[in-house]
């Protein structure tokens, strides 16, 4: 019994893995009113996962390769992918076959990589294979997208591969080889050092500037540079308990160009000063907690009767709106500088599991350090009454402080007991 039904699971699953082979959204994850920049994030994170130079040697991950910038190509273009959508991934599969109606064209996967990521369409572990510079980015977040995790998008200017000539800088995306020195970039100059005398020198193609190619219409996108700087979306994930300062890699998203294969961007998290209003639209007194590692600080501030007689709450919201207890009973002295340690009110412990039925995230102290404020002024009434009380109990049984201190009974200089010596002598 058991097994059979064990037989059925597995056939579905085996069912579904064909099926997404047969539609171009699922092969990307997507829905399909996905937009086109989804449609764009999906192809640049997967095509770098499946991309054979990562996985040598697995032949499915090839598949899943060729077939992610399959979907990409058949749905990043308008008219295909509304053809796509008509027709269904059958008949259009079958009229690409013939060379129809299927938009254009690219055919080769590591083409069209290249042109997301650079570098001839391949990972820099090939010989000789350029490598672009890495980048740091710093991102100031707020404390209580520390505390609660958050996924946040903000932008850069990136440099890009050009759109609109696919990286050739040509109007017509077509790149010739040099003629004037046939493609090599550099080119071997006669020169003439004395009469009679000849050398040969290697120079740089003046021609084509040592690239081996030319074009014939420089692209107006790009002005013929092959790269643009756009401003560039990039979405991070806080997790909750991060650290101040934590680096998160995006591999190969760095900077592009058709040279190099692109570097990676390191974006790190630093806590950001907050603001009344902008940051705290919840109005929380936890944003002005202040972090240290795992734990929290926070200062409270109590009036004389308050610290001195008890009876007393606070009740302090946290970063995510729960709300913290603090208080003392009728009679519990708080003396001023004391800190309360609130165990479990601190930071989410980051971990790799988060929160979850398998994993329960654990939470660093919370301090709360008192300050005790004497006041000013004082209502007459209140000060006269106060004075009375004060006074009816300074001579009976008030703390002798000057005992209590340790400091001896009189205070002798030592010039005075000089002096009083030698007034001994002369007597
Ligand atoms: C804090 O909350 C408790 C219970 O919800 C309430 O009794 C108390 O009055 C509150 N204290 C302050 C200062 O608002
Ligand atoms: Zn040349
Ligand atoms: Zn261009």
């Not at 996962?49 to 991950?61: I, L, R, V």
């Not at 040279?259 to 806590?271: F, P, Q, R």
């Not at 006074?391 to 703390?399: E, H, I």
Request: proline share 4%.
């Amino acid at each position: 019994m058991w097994f059979r039904k064990g037989l059925v699971l597995g056939l579905f699953a085996l069912a579904q893995i064909v099926l997404a082979g047969e539609d171009y959204y699922k092969v990307l994850g997507l829905r399909k009113d996905a937009t086109e920049r989804q449609i764009k994030s999906a192809y640049r994170q997967l095509s770098k996962k499946f991309h054979p130079d990562k996985n040598p040697g697995d032949s499915s991950a090839h598949d899943k390769f060729v077939q992610v910038a399959e979907a990409y190509e058949a749905l990043s273009d308008t008219e295909s992918r509304s053809l796509y959508d008509q027709i269904g991934y059958d008949a259009f599969k079958q009229r690409k076959a013939q060379g129809g109606n299927g938009g254009p064209g690219h055919h080769d996967p590591f083409d069209l990589f290249s042109r997301f990521f650079g570098g001839g369409g391949h990972f820099g572990n090939q010989p000789g294979q350029r490598r672009g510079p890495n980048l740091e980015l710093k991102v100031g977040i707020a404390l209580r997208d520390f505390y609660n995790g958050k996924t946040t998008e903000f932008q850069w200017d990136k440099q890009q591969i050009c759109e609109e000539c696919e990286g050739t800088g040509a109007a017509d995306k077509v790149v010739h080889k040099c003629h004037s020195c046939n493609g090599q970039g550099i080119k071997l100059v006669r020169q003439q050092i004395a009469p009679g005398m000849v050398t040969q020198m290697q120079m740089q193609c003046d021609v084509c500037g040592g690239r081996g190619k030319t074009i014939k219409h420089k692209c107006k996108a790009c002005n013929g540079e092959r790269v643009a700087r756009k401003p560039t979306p990039v979405s991070v994930t806080i997790q909750r308990g991060m650290a101040d300062g934590v680096k998160i890699a995006f591999e190969n998203e760095a900077d592009e160009s058709p040279d190099w294969v692109a570097g990676d961007l390191y974006v790190t998290l630093v806590e950001k000063e907050p603001k009344l209003d902008e940051d705290n639209p919840d109005k929380v007194d936890g944003v002005f907690f202040r972090r240290k590692g795992d734990d929290l600080y926070w200062k409270e501030v109590l009036s004389v009767r308050e610290a001195w007689m008890g009876d007393w709450t606070r009740n302090l919201t946290h970063l995510d709106g729960h709300v913290v207890h603090l208080g003392r009973k009728r009679g519990e002295v708080v003396q001023p500088g004391h800190v309360d340690t609130i165990a479990g009110e601190g930071m989410p412990i980051w971990d790799e599991d988060g929160d979850s039925v398998y994993h329960k995230t654990k939470f660093g102290n919370l301090y709360v350090e008192y300050n005790v404020i004497l006041p000013d002024q004082m209502e007459s009434g209140m000060e006269k009454e106060l004075w009375q009380i004060f006074q009816k109990y300074r001579a009976k049984n008030g703390v002798d402080l000057h005992k209590d201190s340790g400091r001896p009974e009189k205070v002798v200089l030592k010039e005075d007991q000089d002096a009083a010596e030698r007034e001994h002598e002369e007597l």
